[in-house]
Antibody
Framework: QVQLQESGPRLVKPSQTLSLTCTVS??????????WCWIRQHPGKGLEWIGY???????FYNPSLKSRVSLSVDTSKNQFSLRLNSVTVADTAVYYC??????WGQGTLVTVSS | DIQMTQSPSTLSASVGDRVTITCRAS??????LAWYQQKPGKAPKLLIY???SLESGVPSRFSGSGSGTEFTLTINSLQPDDFATYYC?????????FGQGTKVEIK
């Protein structure tokens, strides 16, 4: 059974960079043609797709976030990561990592505040 | 971007009811559509993929239909565990998008 777990700072200051890592267990990130995704959910709101990456490193981003987002993958650690630059309070959300479509992490609330 | 529009935004129903949620895409997405169920404080759970394929372990009272731009999620005989928020998501384009969600409430 594939499991995903988000990790990283829960509190980020405005203008700084939000960095999260997703650790995959129960399966290799290198196997299969799966897309490894980041999705976020603002408090009380709907789901927003951030982007996804293949084990090759080829990534696709939400156009509205593209200028600030970077995804990377580390197959040796079975992890993939999210970096979101120049954050504001509007980036406060629960951030989920997922293997599209059917395996999701539990989500982690990241708060942007000074 | 492909826009996904769900209706209704909120739905009040009783246990045993048949419930239908609609999702419309701003352009054709063939059958590249998924439906999720989300409960408060939990990650979304995949119910349906490729518009009509039932995910393993999901009760058969859930079904999906449609192709192109119009899709539906049907729940036959609503159960207490089904009161939740439901989202559609297209994965036709490289830029994935979700519908805004439909909250199914107890009547």
């Amino acid at each position: 059974q594939v499991q995903l777990q988000e990790s990283g700072p829960r509190l980020v200051k405005p203008s700084q960079t939000l960095s999260l890592t997703c650790t995959v267990s129960g399966g290799s990130i290198s196997s299969g043609g799966y897309s490894w995704c980041w999705i976020r959910q603002h408090p009380g709101k709907g789901l927003e797709w951030i982007g996804y990456i293949y084990n090759s490193g080829n990534a696709f981003y939400n156009p509205s976030l593209k200028s600030r987002v970077s995804l990377s993958v580390d197959t040796s650690k079975n992890q993939f990561s999210l970096r979101l630059n120049s954050v504001t309070v509007a980036d406060t959300a629960v951030y989920y990592c997922a293997r599209e479509l059917n395996y999701w992490g539990q989500g982690t609330l990241v708060t942007v505040s000074s | 971007d492909i826009q996904m529009t769900q209706s209704p935004s909120t739905l009040s129903a009783s246990v045993g009811d048949r419930v239908t949620i609609t999702c419309r895409a701003s352009q054709s997405i063939s059958s590249w559509l998924a439906w999720y169920q989300q409960k408060p404080g939990k990650a979304p759970k995949l119910l349906i993929y490729k518009a009509s394929s039932l995910e393993s372990g999901v009760p058969s009272r859930f079904s999906g239909s449609g192709s192109g731009t119009e899709f539906t999620l049907t729940i036959n005989s609503l159960q207490p565990d089904d009161f939740a928020t439901y989202y559609c998501q297209q994965y036709h384009s490289d830029s994935r998008t979700f519908g805004q969600g439909t909250k199914v409430e107890i009547k």
